[in-house]
């Protein structure tokens, strides 16, 4: 397997060459960086190159690293994640790409290089609010029809911002702000290395 | 004569053949679909961020209730990520007992579907006879981990306890009993290998009977042949995996080729198919049950002879033994630190994936060094499946969307999550 992943990284070396912003290999699978801007040609070198051969988008998902390790996280704050496998050459890809703004976070769709990657993309628009440059049809997929937000963020809460009843004297349904009081009953706890490692204390 | 204009047709949300909550939105001419717009998310549940506030072992009954007809094979793909990002393996004979319940669950999920898809097409008779086997795969849920359904069975590090040395009887009632209860009970009195090796044995003639009930039958083949065609090409441009990509002519079986758990010393064959209509599909599907059997028999064999943990020995992975408990001051603090704080995970990401009875279940882990997951994402085979419904619905007849949806073999809850 790992002879199968060091020819996978030349491969890379070789095809993407300077398009990779960066190129881990971690738990027997590799990760490459690649900025927005070559985002697309890289792309479609992986899935066109012979050497590479990818032919399917397994998966595409966004994430937001703003409240990565407490507030470690010093680089962007959204990423587009894609995964990709070969069939021919059996073997995964993980490709991270950050939206360059912040505020107003936006990576070229690949929906034309993959077409499996309409509806991802269509839910990482909805739950991240990432706005996909080229799709043709960026709709909400997950949430309600009128939703406000986007519920994934890290600063959006749990239990949200608005709840819905029937309202019997209006006779329909209605929205109101949430009542119930977000509660942890297990903390998130970060600990620092070597933590409880008595002998090398 | 009048004229006559394309209407739009809203199937579902409310609809048995939608098989859950999918509202389709159908463009049609006449009776000729041209359009097909999907609307999910009624099943939504934010199953990725809740289970950011939850602690790693928190998070895993959530995973029984992605995919709610193939519960314990989410919880595979889970385990699996949480135990390479910790370095750890599960011990062999967990693996075994993971990979027979993987299997259990294929045959559940595809004996669903045979029954399902059966009741859309017409055949009704189907949905009894797979809900009659199905009861005895979900008494081996219910005898393991105590629910028939969400089973929260496997964990990080192995899974919760061993097989059990015997199963629940059928006490008498006005409905049960005499030689009929006497008949029930007879396989229930060894131990649960016993139990499922008499399914074991039965199940290859009960798959002969749905083959003679469906294979060739006229009224089958009309609704199922040609209908739904997936050309290789596209199959993998859409994103298609499992039995829809083994319809297509692709041997792809992530078990055979990026084996996990023990499949790889197992012996079984891929059912690839030819055409990739709603057919071939059908028969990979029938082929699956067939390996998934033998698989079984496979791992009853081995478990028979090899007994040994089930859950691994690192003590700030999995819980230590009740007894140690009660003696061990260590022990003790193991047991207090995991349940009020959980398993920390290293710093790291990894996306793994198990052959799910749909399609291929990924599950990618952000982790940051906390005792929650940072960022959990999940990749069902379905949801892809169903975004692609508009290229395969277009041009076919109304009857045949109802086909072609059951024949995708969808489940809301992973498709929503």
């Known amino acids: 397997m790992s002879t199968k992943l060091e020819l996978l990284g030349q491969n890379l070396q070789k095809h993407l060459g300077e398009r990779i912003a960066g190129l881990r290999t971690a738990l027997g699978e590799i990760s490459i960086d690649v900025d927005a801007a070559v985002y697309m040609e890289a792309m479609l070198k992986l899935r066109d190159e012979p050497e590479l051969r990818f032919e399917q988008l397994i998966d595409l998902c966004g994430v937001d690293y703003s409240a990565y390790g407490d507030g470690r996280w010093k680089g962007k704050r959204f990423a587009v994640v894609t995964h990709l496998t070969s069939v021919t050459h059996n073997w995964r890809l993980r490709v ?36 996909f440059p080229g799709h043709a049809d960026l709709r909400r997929l997950l949430c309600d029809y009128g939703f406000v937000g986007h519920p994934f963020r890290k600063d959006f809460p749990v239990s949200g911002y608005v709840e819905m009843r029937y309202d019997p004297e209006q006779k329909r349904v209605v929205y109101q702000p949430v009542s119930i009081e977000p509660r942890e009953i297990t903390p998130r706890t970060v600990r620092e290395e070597n933590y409880g490692n008595v002998e090398n204390a | ?41 009624m099943l ?40 390479r990002m910790l370095g750890i393996e599960a011990p ?32 009704m008779s189907m949905m009894l006879y797979a809900v009659r086997e199905r009861e005895d795969l979900v008494d081996c849920y219910e005898a393991v981990s105590g629910t028939r359904w969400h089973a929260a069975y496997y964990r990080p590090g192995g899974v919760y306890r061993d097989l059990p040395d015997s199963m629940p009887q059928y006490k008498e009632s006005k409905w049960k009993n005499g030689a009929r209860l006497k008949q029930l009970n007879e396989a229930r009195s ?71 758990a023990v499949y790889d010393r197992l012996d079984f064959d891929i059912p690839v198919g030819a055409t990739g209509d709603c057919y071939d599909r059908y028969l990979v599907r029938i082929n699956e049950m067939r390996q998934s059997n033998r698989i079984i028999q496979q791992c009853i064999d081995w478990l028979r002879a090899n007994p040994g943990p089930v859950i691994c020995d690192n003590y700030k992975v999995a819980p230590p033994p009740r007894a140690g408990m009660k003696s061990n001051m260590e022990a003790l603090i193991h047991h207090f630190k995991l349940c009020s704080e959980g398993i920390h995970v290293p710093e790291g990401e990894v996306y793994s994936a198990v052959e799910n009875p749909k399609g291929e279940f990924g599950v990618y882990v952000v982790s940051d060094g906390a005792n929650k997951p940072y960022r959990l994402k999940i990749r069902s085979g379905a949801y892809a499946h169903l975004a692609a419904i508009d290229e395969l619905v277009r041009g076919h007849m109304i009857a045949d969307v109802v086909a072609i949806i059951g024949n995708i073999d969808i489940i809301f809850g992973e498709i929503d999550r």
Request: with cysteine.
């Open chain 2, 92 to 123: 062999v004979r967990a693996q075994y007992i993971r990979v027979m319940f993987d299997e259990i669950t294929r045959l559940l999920s595809h004996l669903l579907f045979i029954g399902s898809h059966g009741l859309d097409v017409g055949a």
């Open chain 2, 44 to 83: 939504h549940r934010g199953t990725e961020k809740l289970v950011e506030t939850k602690t790693w072992v928190q998070a895993l009954p959530y995973m029984d209730r992605l995919d709610y007809m193939s519960m314990m094979c989410s919880e595979h793909a889970y385990c699996l990520a949480v135990e």
């Open chain 1, 96 to 131: 991270r790409c950050f939206a360059p703004d912040d505020d107003f976070p936006a990576v070229p769709s690949i929906v034309s290089v993959w077409n499996s990657a309409n509806w991802f993309e269509r839910e990482a628009f909805d739950l991240f609010g990432i706005v």
């Open chain 2, 1 to 41: 004569m009048p004229d006559i204009q394309n209407y739009t047709l809203n199937f579902g949300p409310q609809h048995p053949a939608a098989h859950g909550v999918l509202r389709l939105v159908l463009e049609l001419d006449g009776e000729v679909v041209t359009r097909a717009d999907p609307h999910i998310g």
């Open chain 2, 190 to 260: 060894g131990s649960f290998l016993d139990f499922l090796q008499d399914f074991v044995s039965r199940f290859p003639k009960i798959v002969d009977d749905y083959e003679t009930l469906l294979t060739d039958n006229r009224i089958w083949k009309q609704r199922l042949v040609d209908v739904g065609v997936v050309s290789p090409e596209r199959a993998l441009q859409l994103g298609c995996t499992g039995v829809m990509l083994r319809g297509s002519g692709f041997a792809w079986d992530l078990r055979k080729k990026q084996p996990y």
